[in-house]
């Protein structure tokens, strides 16, 4: 199997003068784009540390860094910019970074080329061991509050790379757009190892020239432009900005023929949404997968789809389902987790429930555990927001859901003397000290206490949350709402606004 870097320098020869890389204020072409990356790596060569974070916005610099980590031998980690400062210091000390190659116009320590910085970092202890043959570091966005480093090998995402090369192989693709942020893994290998690794063109812009503020506010007219004036034949989406992209086609303001595939995962995608893309002949495609598996498992591609699955799996992959239910992933696993003892099996236990039809297809129904996946695609456990609004709210009882949509929200039971004003208050103090995607989005207060009468607690006061969840609407609709924080977007897969995202004035 021929690795990236390899692919990259034959690209180099063979189409020498083909735009690689593309950005509002430069481009590369494949020949330069070896150049930079060679000098680069000779660059980081040179210079002490092995473990390096990668900071800053979707940017041709973000891209030579993380080629040219590899090129040099060094383990590169990039740094979600959505991270709390909490969940950034945690990846820093956890991973043991050595340096963090800084994306920025201004800043301190070693300049690398235009833009770009190599920034020592101070040790504050041992660092968590790490897997033989890491090559790079993939943080979580902290379902617990506390981000994972899922260690993966160059071979691990080259077989990924690969194996998408093939299912794609009747996709002609010749400009994408990466309109996730670079650190999420999933653009990073099918946004950019793929479409280079084919000779395609790579579209970077910053991300608020796209709409994006933090993780998850958008300004959908700002996208919906960004996208008309770009015309990219190739996107990788979350559900939220899948449904922005069908209704903008379906009210004239994006044109589907430019597209000729938009993948979607990262979230439950509602098999209506599908329906209605291919009525107004958007190719979206649903797919799925997690950071073990190198980002992605199974993939619906033209010509090989199932509206109401997630695809067949990768050819490099073997998925079976076990008595419990379980998706069970082999091949090409992950090394291990910072500080864990290494995979030696060579599996994933995926934790999500699902099945394979007679065809191959793969459906998942759901997770073993209570994760919370936002439209926007991050991990959100209820339990860890639960025990803040507990602790932080002194209210009696909490239970956060929100799957699927941007921000979770949470039902309260305050006490007797507590007030909306108070409550609202210091939701917002802890709204303000949580990761932005994390923030709930409007509390409902119960005027009674969950009890095991109604069976929606256990004898011992724990929440029957399977229960909670079937009985929401009833539980709801007496509840007074608070809004803090207005959502980031108000379409649903059919077009019209939904009740659950709209603007309350209380």
Known sequence: MTGLPERLARLAAEQPGRRALESATECLSYRQLWTEVTALAARLQAQDGQRLGLAGDNSVNWVLADLACRLAGRVCVPIPGFFSSAQRQHLVVSAGLDAILQVADTGSGQPLRAGLWLQPVAKTGEPQAMPVGTGKVTFTSGSTGQPKGVCLAHQQLDATVAALAR??????????????????????????????????????????????????????????????????????????????????????????????????????????????????????????GLSECGSVVALNVPGDDHLERVGRPLDHLSVSIRETGEILVQGQAYLGYLGEPANRCGEVATGDLGALDQDGFLSVSGRQKNLIITSFGRNISPEWLESELLQTLAVRQALVFGDGEPQPSALLVPRPEQTPE?????????????????????????????????????????????????????????????????????????????????????
């Open 422 to 506: 108070a409550i609202r208050e210091a939701a917002q103090r802890l709204n303000a000290r949580l990761p932005d995607y994390a923030r709930l989005r409007c509390l409902y207060l119960l005027p009674w206490s969950l009890t095991t009468d109604q069976g929606h607690i256990t004898a011992n006061g724990r929440l029957v949350r399977q229960r909670l969840l079937a009985d929401l609407p009833t539980l709801l609709a007496p509840a007074a709402r608070v809004l803090l924080v207005a959502p980031a977007s108000s379409f649903t897969p059919d077009g019209e606004p939904s009740a659950g995202l709209s603007i309350l004035s209380e």
């Open 167 to 288: 299912r794609l192989e009747g996709v002609a693709l010749s400009r994408h757009l990466c309109v996730l942020p670079l650190a999420t893994l999933l653009e990073n290998i099918a946004g950019v190892y793929l479409p280079l690794s084919l000779g395609a063109t790579v579209v970077l812009r910053p991300l608020a020239e796209l709409g994006f503020h933090g993780s998850s506010a958008l300004d959908t007219a700002q996208l919906v432009a960004a996208l008309a004036a770009e015309r990219p034949d190739s996107l990788i989406l979350v559900p939220e900005l899948a449904m922005v992209i069908v209704q903008a086609v379906a009210e004239g303001q994006l044109d589907p023929e430019c597209f000729r595939f938009l993948a979607v995962g990262g979230g439950r995608v509602a098999p209506e949404l599908i329906r209605r893309a291919r009525a107004l002949s958007v190719p979206l495609y649903q797919g799925y």
